[in-house]
């Protein structure tokens, strides 16, 4: 059993940045692959990056490449999305998710196991 919370949304001007946080219980957080992902009223939830349980395998959206970076931090049990460049279609909920074994590829959200809550993040234009 994992359980994800997730923090450091927020309201921020446009080409502005935040980092996300999502910290997980449990001691078996490196066998896990995770990723994040954000729905915005009205849409479906939708891949945004994903990282293998080293941190040595990412992937990303094409909509994200170059302006958010994945990471993690096994030791703390933490996984990281730097969002720099923020635009307003960035706006949504960001929830992380967790995936036995995943290799960080893995964009489908019925490939995840466990969720957490998720956090606002809201670009102002």
């Known amino acids: 059993q994992v359980q994800l919370v997730e923090s450091g949304g927020g309201l921020v001007q446009a080409g502005g940045s935040l980092r996300l946080s999502c910290a997980a219980s449990?001691?078996?957080?490196?066998?896990?692959?995770m990723g994040w992902f954000r729905q915005a009223p009205g849409k479906e939830r939708e891949f945004v990056a994903g990282?293998?349980?080293?941190?040595?395998?990412?992937s990303y959206a094409d909509s994200v490449k170059g302006r958010f970076t994945i990471s993690r931090d096994n030791a703390k049990n933490t996984v990281y999305l730097q969002m720099n460049s923020l635009k307003p279609e960035d706006t949504a909920v960001y929830y992380c998710?967790?995936?036995?074994?995943?290799?960080?590829?893995?964009?489908?959200?019925?490939?995840?196991?466990?969720w957490g809550q998720g956090t606002q993040v809201t670009v102002s234009s």
């Open positions: 998710a967790a995936q036995l074994y995943g290799r960080g590829n893995s964009r489908a959200r019925a490939e995840y196991n466990y």
């Open positions: 990282i293998n349980w080293s941190g040595g395998r990412t």
């Open positions: 449990g001691r078996t957080f490196s066998s896990y692959g």
